[in-house]
């Protein structure tokens, strides 16, 4: 058991006892009157304070709440020292009955963080102590119970200062509208409090408020009627009422205080479900990118599949086709016109011969050998000497690297040195291939006119695509006349 | 008389080749054209006997060229031709009102004058 709870079960020991006593006090009492109701009234408030306040003491120990509840619990034994016959015991009584109001409104505009965070609470709170503690030590001094007509029996003022009856009537005057004042303002500020506050801090407020609210309202009642003089009967019902909402108290304080820790449970739940909603959309955003980039590989795999078939059928069956004819024609003619028939030969071969370089050209676009077979700097040297733009490689890495980042980066060079000789009008192209942080990093950069929109092209897109298949990205700078850089990070740990 | 041949194809080393063997075989090349478009316009103006028509053209393509060749005053024969099979172009060839269809690979004088006579 930890130092504080062994503290706790210390003090909820002495509460009961302290509980006990009062019962012997009440019950052996010569004046207390009606001796029932106050032992309720005793007992209920007091152990219901006592025993809930250290619960939620022990339960939330950085909150002051548990402490303030304690303390109020311990307080209403004062009431029962007033039924005491002994003079001494009968004074203290006197002293410390009304503390337990003050406490109260010090629960209430600190409810539920147990600090005081505003000049106006401060008033309030400091308000109700001065009038439940200095002032009713004034107030004490000059009064006699003997002479108070509801007090018959009560033993006499050990520290009575005669002779100023008139005093006592003053600070009680001033007591009440302090107390009131206080109450008022309390009232004001608890529902401001509930104006203000959300949906989720009001179902910790609610049970407090209301019964505080009641609490308050009855002990306005008390205040202002025991002044102004009613019935017995009245003051009766009101006693009742007060013995009842003063047990309630409590338990609505202790249900807002865990209420308030499940409030804040769901603050941070909400708070959580608020992130994993966000994940989700990114993630969502993520998925759908993925699958528009998906989509666009598939696309572009059929679209080069046309392209292919597209170039095999316009470039070298085309040819073949000729050839074919040529051929063909040149056999007709052997016997007849064999001159001719060389002639045609001739031309078969050559036709040949250009039908096999446009086969050559068209396999290194599908899949450059010399890149598998010698690795990127080769690959990339052959592709600046084919390309009419001069090109000089400023660097390219010597060593082999993963097959598909090689062949990643040998495209976006290929593709970018195709589109300098088609558009840029330029007069060098600079491709610059480098390992480096964790990443192969491409650049082609030419001299040309720049401008060049890498949205337009689907070639562009496509490189993007195959680059971002491998975790990588592709930028493109090309301001007017500023010449065009293109940009790729493949990682390549 | 020599039947007077349209060649229609968008690669001029093809037409080559194909004016040479026509030449050869006894036809008159009278024109040549790379499109549909040019195709139509050709024929009406040349009037020619026969037109040796790609199916695959950079505009439209042979099915719809030799549908509106049809509605010349003078219509030509058509003969169809492609790199590809005949089967590549399903029902298209025989619903097509050419005459026949010739592929590139089997394309000869004779092949043709036993479509057309």
């Known amino acids: 058991m930890s130092g504080l709870r062994r503290a706790l079960v210390a003090l909820g020991v002495l509460a009961f006892l302290l509980g006990i ?56 034994f004062f009431q029962a020292l007033t039924a005491s016959n002994n003079a001494w015991v009968f004074a203290i009584g006197i002293l ?41 030590l004034v107030w004490a001094l000059f009064t006699d119970p003997t002479a108070q007509a509801d007090c018959d029996g009560c033993p006499e003022n050990p520290v009575l200062i005669g002779g100023a009856e008139g005093v006592a009537e003053a600070v009680n005057a001033i007591q009440v509208l302090g107390g009131c004042a206080s109450i008022a303002l309390a009232i004001w500020i608890l529902y401001r409090n509930w104006r203000r506050s959300s949906a989720t801090e009001r179902r910790v407020l609610t049970p407090v408020l209301a019964t505080g609210g009641t609490a308050f309202t009855i002990l306005l009642m008390q205040l202002i009627v025991g002044e102004l003089g009613a019935s017995e009967a009245f003051k009766q019902v009101t006693f009742i009422a007060s013995v009842a909402i003063f047990a309630c108290l409590p338990f609505a304080f202790l249900l807002g205080l865990l209420r308030s820790r499940i409030g804040r449970a769901e603050e941070v739940s909400s708070a959580l479900s608020a992130e994993n909603e966000q994940l989700t959309a990114e993630l969502e955003a993520k998925v759908e990118e993925l699958r528009a980039s998906r989509h666009r590989i598939v696309e572009a795999g059929y679209a080069e599949r046309r392209r292919v078939e597209r170039d095999l059928h316009d470039g070298a069956q085309q040819r073949l086709m000729a050839l074919t004819m040529t051929l063909r024609l040149a056999r007709e003619k052997l016997d007849a016109d064999p001159a001719a028939s060389a002639e045609l030969l001739d031309e078969a071969m050559e036709e040949l011969g250009a039908a096999t370089a446009e086969l050559r050209e068209f396999a290194r676009g599908i899949h450059p050998v010399v890149l598998s077979d010698r690795g990127l700097g080769a690959a990339l040297s052959g592709l600046a000497e084919r390309s009419p733009v001069p090109v000089e490689i400023a660097a390219a890495p010597a060593e082999r690297l993963p097959t598909p980042v090689e062949s990643a980066a040998y495209f976006v060079v290929a593709e970018s040195l195709t589109n300098v000789a088609r558009y840029a009008g330029a007069e060098l192209a600079t491709v610059r291939v480098e390992r480096r942080n964790g990443a192969l990093e491409v650049e082609v950069r030419d001299d040309g006119e720049g401008g060049a929109d890498p949205e337009s092209g689907t070639g562009l897109r496509g490189l993007a695509d195959r680059v971002a298949a491998l975790d990588g990205s592709l930028t493109v700078h090309s301001p007017d006349g500023g010449g065009t850089t293109v940009e790729a990070r493949i990682p390549c740990a | 008389m020599p039947k007077s041949v349209l060649i229609v194809d968008d690669h001029p080393g093809f037409r080559a080749s194909a004016r040479r063997m026509l030449e050869a075989s006894g036809y008159a090349v009278v024109g040549e054209a790379a499109d549909g478009e040019a195709a139509i316009a050709a024929a009406g103006s040349l009037a020619p006997d026969l037109v040796l028509l790609d199916v695959q053209l950079p505009d439209i393509d042979g099915f719809e060229v030799a549908a509106r060749l049809r509605g010349l005053d003078r219509a030509p024969e058509v003969v169809l031709t492609s790199s590809r099979d005949r089967a590549d172009f399903g029902d298209a060839v025989a619903e097509s009102p050419a005459r026949g269809f010739i592929a590139k690979s089997e394309l000869s004088g004779q092949a043709l004058a036993e479509l057309v006579g």
């Open chain 1, 21 to 76: 006593l009062s019962a012997a006090l009440v019950m052996t009492s010569d004046h207390a009157s009606p001796r029932g109701l106050l032992l309720a009234l005793v007992l209920a408030a007091g152990w219901s304070f006592a025993f809930t306040g250290l619960y939620a003491w022990d339960r939330r120990p950085g909150n002051s709440i548990g402490p303030l509840m304690t303390a109020a619990g311990f307080t209403w």
């Open chain 1, 96 to 136: 410390g009955q009304t503390l337990p109001f003050a406490i109260l409104v010090h629960l209430l505009v600190s409810f539920p963080s147990g600090r005081l965070r505003t000049r106006l609470q401060a008033v309030a709170v400091s308000l109700a102590y001065l009038a439940t503690g200095p002032l009713q």
